[in-house]
């Protein structure tokens, strides 16, 4: 990637909670990851999609790992909102799964493109 984006990770969201913010920064340094790759497609480079889906996929499994610590914690500690939070992470993974599919639909589109011109 030769227009590699910043971590979009700021100082701000640390929580003094090591192993959560270490995850954190992780997890944006994901997110940067494609930001980096979007902004590439955008400025008209070439971005293979094989490339960015296995970014996209790196983020899901990623995610199931931090929600499964975080959740832990939550559930430890006596987290008060315990069940609101826990939907917050159910939200992104839908929207992860929202992404996936139209990442899915647009090649299947290309899929069908591909073999009407071949
Ligand atoms: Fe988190």
């Known amino acids: 990637m030769d227009s590699k984006k910043e971590n979009l990770w700021k100082v701000k969201y640390l929580l003094d909670i090591k192993k959560i913010d270490k995850q954190h920064q992780y997890f944006f340094s994901i997110c940067s990851k494609i930001a980096s790759l979007c902004d590439m497609a955008r400025s008209g480079k070439q971005v293979r999609i094989g490339q960015f889906l296995v970014t996209i ?15 832990s914690l939550l559930v430890k500690y006596n987290y008060p909102d315990l069940f609101k939070h826990i939907e917050v992470h159910d939200m ?18 290309f899929r069908l493109l591909l073999i009407r011109i071949l």
Do not use: D, G, V
């Open 57 to 71: 996929f790196e983020l899901r499994s990623y995610a199931f790992k931090h929600f499964a610590t975080e959740e």
């Open 92 to 109: 992104y993974l839908e929207k992860i799964h929202e992404f996936t599919n139209r990442i899915k639909n647009i090649m299947n589109i």
